[in-house]
């Protein structure tokens, strides 16, 4: 009991980063009707920021605590978001208009030159950082087993609702928002009532890859490490997790993200950790196979 | 602006989809404070030329001036600022956007407060009013109509283009729609460029028409003039299509 609960809050805290990225997934996919498989590089580049900025700030000294994670908070989504409409802007808008499959194929190219331009420019070995966020409250106690909610798990979840909140806030009350759903609904007729949809196009990408450097910070913080190639995996389980929600639903995307996150939990907890990536997958293939419109896909939820 | 400059003149239009080429040298005026209709059949192009006066697709020779500025090689949205507005061929109303944000995405583009449009909406359009919170793709499709007409409006235009506003509905609502087109002509000064295949009751409410056959301007005239014409009355009115 108590060990499943312990798994719970893991599973929840983990899911929630999922979550997180699935968004940057799912609204790009509403929005030009593309998967952008580079986006989980883009959350990598986040998690790089923030270790250069955390290396920057704490080991030299100049800061340290709660301001310092925020200030590498905020510092790794202004450079992610830059990224996030570099890409757009270089690899995907010049095909615009282009027969389906290229932006696609561009999204792996793109994914390609992040990876090697990180293993190049900061090395092909993992970088770690000191532990940022230590200790926790003890929940219950069973035998020798203590459940535990560590201060990184409260942190993740704290920072990834009050996202969430901000951004369902974005996209339901606010023009921009409206406009989102007005390009996702039907672009051209965005355009005939004086949308400016490239730009509203751009802006889907800087805010998904600003969440995306949410979860890369809190990645980071939690996991304590970095390297190159960290974004495939992640990246793969997050789009596992919009797939599972309904591509191009966003209370799918972070539904979706918390039960791959927990799903992966528990089968690292009652089965095998080797095995952990081919639980999450496998859900991938059922859910196409049996579910492709996903869990919330065919409802009619408010889509970006 | 002079009171003799145009508020619509398009010379030689030439407009594409692909290889297909939809308008092959279309001429017309629109003056200040007129109703002028456009009427052909099904697949002469009538959609594609107010498509193409909003730069989508772009032309791809000719000239379109809005009150005398040059407006061709404009982007749509750029467009869709000074003063043009559109209801499309299809409605295309946001579906999943309630009556009131499918309004207020028609005046989100222009900068100014939506609220005195939104009540003149509302007051030509009382139905929406009561429809407020409801889907656009819920709405029946008299209603849609209504909707995507007022969210024109909502951008306080100057000239509006209307696609079709008959189709598909009923006659008594068919009438109220074309009385709204008429009041608002009449009291506020609205220019319209109406497309229509109902030529009956186009020519009937336009001041003037033009008749477009495969891409090409085949006549022109007043309302009553084209209305007396036995052509016309064969081809458009005699219930063939």
């Excluded at chain 1, 290229?102 to 532990?131: C, D, H, T, W, Y």
């Excluded at chain 1, 490239?198 to 990408?205: A, E, M, N, V, Y």
């Excluded at chain 2, 409605?91 to 939506?114: I, T």
Aim: with cysteine; proline share 4%; hydrophobic share 50%.
């Amino acid at each position: 009991m108590a060990y499943a609960l312990q798994q719970l809050i893991n599973g929840i805290s983990l899911g929630m980063i999922y979550g997180l990225i699935a968004v940057g997934y799912t609204m790009v996919y509403g929005i030009i009707g593309m998967i952008n498989f580079a986006h989980g590089d883009i959350f990598m580049v986040g998690a790089f920021v923030a270790l250069i900025a955390m290396v920057m700030l704490v080991s030299g000294g100049i800061m340290d605590g709660p301001a310092a994670i925020l200030l590498v908070l905020a510092i790794s989504m202004a450079f992610t978001a830059l990224y996030g409409w570099t890409v757009e802007r270089v690899a995907y808008r010049p095909l615009r208009g282009s027969f389906r499959l290229a932006p696609l194929i561009s999204a792996i190219g793109m994914s390609i030159v992040l990876q090697n331009f990180v293993q190049v420019s900061q090395g092909a070995r993992p970088k770690p950082i000191e532990p940022q966020v230590i200790g926790g409250i003890e929940l219950m106690r069973e035998g020798e087993f203590v459940v535990q909610l560590s201060y990184m798990q409260m942190l993740i979840i704290g920072t990834t609702l009050a996202a969430l909140v901000v951004f369902t806030w974005l996209v339901t009350k606010t023009p921009l928002g409206r406009a989102m759903r007005a390009c996702e609904q039907d672009r051209k007729m965005a355009n005939l009532l004086g949308i400016d949809t490239d730009r509203t196009i751009s802006l889907t990408f800087v805010i998904g890859a600003a969440l995306a450097a949410v979860a890369a910070t809190l990645y980071l913080l939690r996991y304590g490490v970095a390297d190159f190639f960290m974004g495939f995996i992640v990246g793969v389980k997050a789009f596992t997790a919009a797939v599972l929600g309904g591509i191009g639903s966003l209370p799918g995307a972070v539904l979706g993200g918390l039960l791959i996150g927990l799903i992966e939990t528990f089968w690292s907890a009652y089965f095998s950790v080797q095995y952990k990536d081919v639980a999450a997958f496998s859900i991938l293939a059922l859910t196409l196979i049996f579910l492709p419109t996903g869990l919330l896909g065919r409802q009619d939820v408010e889509k970006v | 602006m002079t009171e003799h400059t145009p508020m619509l003149e398009v010379t030689d239009l030439v407009a594409a989809y692909g290889a297909v080429e939809a308008l092959k040298g279309v001429s017309l005026q629109v003056r200040q404070g007129e109703i002028v209709t456009l009427i052909g059949a099904n697949g002469a192009g009538k959609s594609t030329l107010l498509m193409s006066l909003c730069g989508d697709p772009q032309p791809r020779a000719g000239r379109v001036l809005l009150e005398g500025r040059d407006i061709t090689a404009c982007p749509t949205h750029e467009i869709m600022r000074m003063g043009v507005a559109q209801s499309p061929e299809g409605r295309r109303v946001f579906p999943r956007m309630s009556v009131l944000e499918n309004l207020l995405m028609g005046a989100q583009a222009q900068g100014h407060d939506p609220a005195p449009e939104l009540e003149k909406v509302f007051a030509l359009f009382p139905r929406l009013k009561e429809r407020q919170a409801q889907r656009g793709g819920t709405l029946s499709g008299g209603e849609q109509q209504m909707l995507a007409i007022g969210r024109a409006l909502m951008s306080k235009p100057r000239l509006l283009l209307l696609d079709e506003p008959s189709l598909g509905l009923a006659p008594l609502i068919v009438r109220q729609i074309f009385s709204a087109i008429r009041a608002l002509n009449e009291a506020e000064g609205l220019t319209v460029l109406l497309v229509e295949q109902n030529a009956n009751q186009a020519l009937r409410l336009a001041h003037r028409g033009y008749v477009l056959v495969t891409g090409r301007i085949t006549m022109e005239g007043t309302g009553a003039e084209l209305l007396a014409r036995p052509e016309i009355r064969d081809a458009y009115l005699g219930g063939g299509h």
